[in-house]
């Protein structure tokens, strides 16, 4: 099935295993939660690069796995830009003892997440947040 789910990367070399499962398992989890997929842009990239985007997007001299763009102007719809350290997706991946693409699978649908409205700014939606993560990736097929 053809999605409107593009992925980039930046300033490393990078492709996604199984791009056409991955996005079939993305689109699933959006329309579970009712909402319209549009367009939806992932950009790998190195630490260096989201570190940059965050100092000057969000003011934050912090190094992150992944930043999210909503550019959606019509509520229940996607429509974003999401950018994910492949540096930070391989360290969290050791240092939770996790494969490298449970963890990058794990991001991908965080920052979908994050485009659905859920938060993780407080404990109880840090919570919320990763059991949100672990049902979505128990829906893989691939």
Request: glycine share 4%; proline share 2%; net charge negative.
């Amino acid at each position: 099935m053809d999605h409107p789910i593009e992925f980039f990367s930046e300033d490393l070399d990078f492709s996604l295993e199984n791009p056409e499962q991955i996005s079939d398992w993305i689109a699933d989890i959006i329309e579970q939660h009712e909402h319209e997929l549009i367009s939806l842009t992932y950009i790998f990239c190195s630490d260096d690069y989201l570190h940059q985007i965050n100092v000057e997007y969000l003011d934050h001299d912090t190094l992150t796995d992944i930043i999210t763009f909503d550019n959606a102007d019509i509520e229940g719809t996607i429509e974003g830009d999401i950018f994910i350290s492949i540096d930070r997706v391989r360290d969290n991946a050791m240092t939770h003892g996790t494969s490298f693409n449970d963890e990058l699978h794990r991001v991908l649908i965080h920052g979908v997440l994050h485009l659905l409205g859920f938060k993780d700014k407080t404990p109880e939606q840090e919570v919320a947040m990763r059991k949100l993560e672990d049902s979505s990736l128990s829906l893989r097929k691939f």
